[in-house]
């Protein structure tokens, strides 16, 4: 009985650290790292249960790309994307 009720609370503290990570990135993160993502809300709700259970992988992958220097890549592409948007009009 003690190595069920461990299981079930393991997966419970995971389950509920993921919920946390998977929150934080979907306000936070996922705008910094995909320049698409930024104002698409609905695709931010669809992807919180993969967040949720892959949390490890995307903290692994969001700390890498902050550090590689990729975000700074993206604030150029949307200075670049505002700038034909001014352009146009």
Known sequence: MIVGESIILIAQIYGLVGLGVALVFVTIGLGRVELAARGAFL???????????????????WVSLERSGEKVMLDKEEKEVAQEQENKS
């Open 43 to 61: 695709f931010r709700l669809q992807i919180i249960p993969g967040i949720v259970l892959l949390w490890p992988i995307v903290i692994v992958r």
